[in-house]
């Protein structure tokens, strides 16, 4: 694929780049070791300057940013401008409690026979990140904010159709005082990935896409013995039970269905409906989808613009082809749009079965499935059979099926009437085909760290009067 923006309202490309020559991506991979050297020794102090200082500049940059974003994918202007405004909350969240993310952990001395035992979080090297293009900004980002507050150095492959926003986000922390090379973006197409986390001077990646280029990934990462966080595909489901309030729950269907053009790893996709509401629950979720505004991302009345790519919008029309072929319904929705650009149908479809490609795969676009369904246990079951565990919902107001959902639910996050959403003060990640590992608050930022043991025994003299009351060697 070739590196490039290409906007997808349009399908007209704009720019092109060249991918990093041998020579360019090994000076890079060279620069960016040497940073390492003398960034891990920077003060926290000076962390948080920059950081704030990022945040300040992003901030000052969010409608620009937003355009570029909106023109390089084709997530509406609004949405642009809120993933960017995201993106300093985060700088500013990790400059805040950064800090005490990195303060030694003290344990109990005395029980390990020393005069002071603690755990010491320090960075681990050069980081790889590879990033999809559905969040150019945020996803890059809330893997840049605390690998750079722990003191690591980062090296960004972006996907190949968002160039200029990857090169926005180097420039950005140039800007802001850190040092040279601390972050760098590398031009290079995939088949380059593999090259660059085998170098010795790669310590770890993180990933987030798709299940094979995870499994690429971890595969690579794992014969060169280097840790791997993965955020995966996602095929959430959103379950509505007869307690729930329809209108609030429909109304966050949509959106959480349709947000980013229908392209969210943690967007709702299959819906699972108590027989008792699924009636009128579906009459309700129809008519605020087709009432959904399809357009030009850069217009303000647009809520739902193309999709990023041609090949994902031609995806998009097989999946829903297949489910009707073999006997889905179309509610709402179901074709592609007649207009220049990447266009599709915000789509409901009912009658789904085991037999369609949609049952098990996630649709990166603008898609709901639904069953209706007899009993919560029903919905957890069908919901669990799938290979994806990112996210999940449930609108109830039964105490005992909240306890039964978040018990039973096979998924790294659990939402009760909420829209599924990042945030950085909470943990993100999945479980079974989502991937492994978390990003986002102290648990994210250590996911890069090592969690150094310090035992600090008694002076020599004391030593030896207790030499025999030890415990085994391991």
């Known amino acids: 694929m070739a590196i490039a ?83 300093v909350t985060a700088l500013r969240f990790y400059a805040e409690h950064g800090p005490a993310y990195l303060e030694p952990e003290r344990k109990d001395a005395g029980a390990v026979n020393a005069v002071d035992a603690y755990v010491t979080y320090q960075p681990l090297g050069v980081v790889l990140a590879i990033m999809p293009w559905n969040f150019p900004l945020w996803q890059a980002m809330r893997f840049a904010a605390p690998a750079l507050m722990a003191g690591n150095v980062g090296l960004l492959k972006h ?25 760098q973006t590398l031009l290079i197409g995939s088949g ?59 109304g966050v269907a949509v959106t ?6 229908g392209q969210s790893c943690i967007a709702a996709k299959r819906f699972f409906v108590h027989r008792d509401v699924a009636e009128e629950f579906t009459r309700v979720f129809a008519e605020k989808i087709g009432a ?80 209706t369904v007899d009993s919560l246990g029903e919905a957890i079951e069908i919901a669990n059979s799938h290979p994806y565990g990112l996210g999940s919902n449930l609108w109830s107001e039964d105490e005992g099926e909240r306890a039964q959902f978040v018990r039973d639910i096979e ?16 943990p993100f990640g999945g479980v079974k085909q989502s991937g492994y590992g978390r990003e986002l608050t102290e648990v994210g930022m250590r996911a890069f760290m090592n969690a150094k043991t310090v035992w600090v025994g008694a002076p020599s003299s004391e030593q030896t009067a207790g030499a025999t009351a030890g415990s085994a060697a391991e």
């Open 256 to 261: 959480s269905r349709n947000q980013n053009n």
């Open 292 to 371: 959904l505004t399809v357009g030009d991302p850069m217009d303000p009345d647009t809520q739902v613009g193309p999709l990023a790519t041609e090949s994902g919008v031609q995806d998009v029309a097989d999946y829903v082809e297949d489910a009707v072929a073999k006997g889905a319904t179309v509610v709402v929705g179901g074709k592609r749009v007649d207009r220049p650009g990447w266009f599709y149908e915000p789509t409901l479809l009912t009658g789904i079965t085991p037999e369609m490609k949609l049952y098990a795969e996630e649709v990166f676009g603008p898609v709901a499935a639904l069953w």
């Open 411 to 426: 998924s790294g996050m659990a939402f009760v009437n909420g829209m599924t959403t990042s945030y950085p003060e909470l």
């Open 192 to 250: 380059t990935i593999e090259r660059v986390l085998r170098d010795d001077r790669v310590t770890a990646a993180t990933l987030t896409g798709s299940a094979p280029a995870g499994q690429s990934v971890a595969s690579i990462a794992g014969d060169a013995l280097k840790p791997t966080v993965l955020e995966l595909g996602g095929s959430d489901p959103f379950i509505v039970m007869p307690s729930a309030d329809l209108e609030a729950a429909a």
């Open 159 to 183: 996907a190949s159709n968002v160039p200029q926003t990857a090169l926005y986000m180097e420039e950005l922390f140039r800007k802001a005082g850190f040092p040279a090379d601390v972050f």
């Open 5 to 87: 923006t290409i906007n997808p309202t349009t399908g007209e490309t704009l720019k092109t780049y060249e991918p990093l020559s041998d020579e360019a991506l090994e000076d890079a991979l060279a620069r960016a070791a040497t940073a390492y050297a003398s960034y891990r020794l920077t003060s926290v102090e000076d962390r948080v300057g920059w950081l704030r200082a990022a945040a300040d500049a992003l901030e000052a940059d969010v409608d620009a940013v937003a355009e570029l974003m909106t023109t390089e994918m084709g997530k509406t202007l609004a949405a642009a401008k809120a993933e960017a405004t995201k993106c």
